[in-house]
């Protein structure tokens, strides 16, 4: 009677624990980073999934640099140029909507970013692939503020940049 007693204990912690295991589709981390991208392909104007994005960490700043996996996806390539110009004029006049949009919050140093808006430059420039914005400031709030912002992008898109500045590995 007890080895009964023993396999059902053991049987229904078996079915307790497997209803509890979520499977990756029902995952709350994975469900938000999929609604984050939902967002992403309506907010920035092109696939996420035909996407690569990359935020580089600078002693100056660093950058936001985005480009299409398949040489031949020309319209991605162009609703990404026309993104990031966008996006340099907007972060230029302190306007980070499209970020708040997409990542349903305010990303991290974008509060000290929109007040030192003067002290922060964003250029935009084309690549062969896409394009990027480069971010640069001399000042040390600002510049901390734009590596917080890079650091949220870095982890918030799952890209596996460095979070450390290229120039000063030890920092």
Do not use: W
């Not at 295991?21 to 991208?37: F, R």
């Not at 394009?131 to 709030?141: E, L, M, S, Y």
Request: charged share 25%; aromatic share 6%; glycine share 8%.
């Amino acid at each position: 009677m007890n080895m009964i007693l023993v396999v059902a204990l053991v049987a229904g912690l078996s079915t307790q624990s497997a209803q509890k295991t979520e499977s990756p589709a029902k995952c709350p981390v994975h469900d938000a980073h999929a609604h984050m991208e939902e967002r992403g392909e309506k907010g920035m104007g092109f696939s996420q999934t035909s996407t690569t994005h990359h935020f580089l960490i600078k002693a100056d700043g660093g950058t936001i640099e985005v480009s299409v996996k398949q040489e031949a996806d020309l319209a991605n390539r162009d609703a990404i140029r026309m993104h990031l110009a966008h996006i340099a004029k907007a972060f230029q006049s302190g306007n980070f909507d499209i970020p708040m949009f997409v990542h349903d919050t305010v990303p991290l140093g974008v509060p000290v970013m929109k007040e030192m808006a003067g002290k922060i430059t964003y250029e935009y420039e084309e690549t062969a692939a896409g394009g990027r914005v480069a971010i640069v400031t001399t000042d040390p709030k600002a510049l901390e503020a734009v590596q917080q912002f890079l650091r949220f992008q870095i982890e918030e898109h799952r890209t596996g940049d460095a979070t450390i500045t290229e120039e000063h590995p030890g920092k």
